[in-house]
């Protein structure tokens, strides 16, 4: 994974941007898997640390 951080123009606020990879498991949906990794990153980091994501890439490397 990798992740950016900057401050918001109009508040100040820092703003995240995440990049995840992924190995989906075969007979899984890769959209469905890629799209509850986003919420479940984004919604765990917002609540943990307070700062706002703007973005979670996943990007899916691997068949399993």
Request: hydrophobic share 40%; with cysteine; net charge negative.
């Amino acid at each position: 994974y990798e992740y950016t951080f900057d401050k918001d123009g109009m508040t100040g606020e820092y703003i995240a941007e995440i990049t995840v990879l992924l190995g989906i498991k075969y007979g899984y949906k890769a959209q469905v898997c890629a799209e509850n990794v986003q919420e479940s990153i984004k919604s765990s980091v917002q609540d943990m640390t307070g700062i706002m994501v703007s973005k979670v890439n996943v990007k899916i490397i691997s068949l399993l």
